[in-house]
Nanobody
Framework: QVQFVESGGGLVQPGGSLGLSCVIS????????MGWYRQAPGQQRELVAG???????KYGDSVKGRFTIARDNAENAVYLQMNDLKVEDTAVYYC??????????????WGAGTQVTVSS
């Protein structure tokens, strides 16, 4: 029902920056919120950031002030700018289609994931 095109990620040194992008190339329903989750080895998947059609945002506590989420509603695209990256940001990052109800919540629609590795 939803097709994702994710790009970005890679290897960066601590303190560096990376950007992720995700475009929904096909959807059978109207999307009103999108976001990013991440999962590190042995860890649960956690919310990084979510955004609705009005620009309201929700960030995970560990990325506040360092990551910025943005949305292009017309293109069904969501972007994540990651600054001041830390080793603990290393994870697979997943694009997600969700919904908004005073905060961001995930639907069970996920991109394939893109690896972000922060290492010196």
């Amino acid at each position: 029902q939803v097709q994702f095109v994710e790009s970005g990620g890679g290897l960066v040194q601590p303190g560096g920056s990376l950007g992720l992008s995700c475009v929904i190339s096909r959807s059978t329903f109207r999307i009103n919120a999108m976001g990013w989750y991440r999962q590190a080895p042995g860890q649960q998947r956690e919310l990084v950031a979510g955004i609705n059609n009005f620009g309201d945002t929700k960030y995970g506590d560990s990325v506040k002030g360092r990551f910025t989420i943005a949305r292009d509603n017309a293109e069904n695209a969501v972007y994540l700018q990651m600054n001041d990256l830390k080793v603990e940001d290393t994870a697979v990052y997943y694009c997600n289609v969700g919904y908004w109800s005073d905060s961001y919540y995930a639907h069970d629609y996920w991109g394939a994931g893109t690896q972000v590795t922060v290492s010196s």
